[in-house]
């Protein structure tokens, strides 16, 4: 034990950073959380590019996805990787730049304070900063809606991708995750099983490189797909608590 | 239906049954999967055979013609096998995300251990 070396009073902290060919974003993002002052393991899931080479180059860890997985697969095994290592709490940060190291601290602090799932929003507030397209926000209050409706749980930002993880949450996220557009489903889920959830306004940016995970062709497919991912998800619930 | 085509459909059943047999010898098909077309062979070699039986049942049952109730057994089997393979298809999938996960943390743990030896 290196008692000197780290508080033990502090939680350890885990940033998960998942990486499908971000080779112009990820050295910056790394850098980024480095510099905040924190643990962090990139998931590069099966990247097509040069984003191993480039981690391996710049000495990043790296945690090696043999195939793609998809961003579920790819944030699973950051929570396996953290439940694995014993971490207490962790973040998960995308690859691509669009999150900002300096709301590390209080989305940690949110989860210190009980929170089971921390969810970092760009609605919560008037934070300025990226919002995304007309089209998208449109999604995201009808996901809102579902989640309010059949999962009883008042999330503005159901589909942010910038979320800690108490040590509940890793467990269950690390068993039971979705593969495909997974956070408005997981949020469902946690909330059937009586996780506490809570939201911090942040500010996010457009991204630095790559392409988006989701085109305008599939958004037709995704809002049908989570709609009933969170319906699903809200029976189960209610079938479980029948039982 | 005529003897012809009873003989006919009696050959097709039995070899679908060799042929289903020989990929489960050459280890292509699992027994377990195997069952449920031998089942669907040997249903539609005792209809041929026996298709006295299959017109009672259907008029039993309250079909118009024989050749309905066919085609409504065979298409609901299809459905049927075509669902439990979704199913095995879904499972595969999730086994194969845990095997790449555990696969990747144990590389990671490998690289980890080599690192610290070429340090050392």
Known sequence: MQQGKRDMSRPRVLVIIPAYNE????VDVVR???AAGYD???????SSDATLSICRENGISVLNLPQNLGIGGAVQAGHRFAQTFGYDIDVQFDGDGQHDARFLDAIVALVESGADLAIGSRFLEETGGFTSTFMRRVGK??????????AHISVSDPTSGFRACGRRAIDLFADNYP???PEPESIAVAAGLGLTIREMPVVMHERQGGVSSIGFAASAYYMVKVTLAILIAAMGHTARRGR | MSVTLRICIAIFCILLAFYVIRLVSRRRLLLKYSLLWLTLVVGLLLSALFPDCVILLSGLLGFEMAANFIFFIGLFCLMAIALSLTVIV???????SVLTQRLAIV?????KRQDTRGDA
Not at chain 1, 141 to 149: D, F, G, P, Q, V
Not at chain 2, 90 to 96: E, L
Not at chain 2, 107 to 111: G, I, R, V
């Open chain 1, 23 to 26: 080779q112009e974003s990820i």
């Open chain 1, 32 to 34: 980024s959380v480095v």
């Open chain 1, 40 to 46: 962090y393991i990139v998931v590069n899931d099966g």
């Open chain 1, 141 to 150: 209050s009808w996901l809102s809606w579902c989640l309010r409706h059949f």
């Open chain 1, 179 to 181: 593969i495909d557009y």
């Open chain 2, 90 to 96: 879904s499972r595969q999938s999730q086994k194969i």
């Open chain 2, 107 to 111: 590389e990671y743990c490998q690289d």
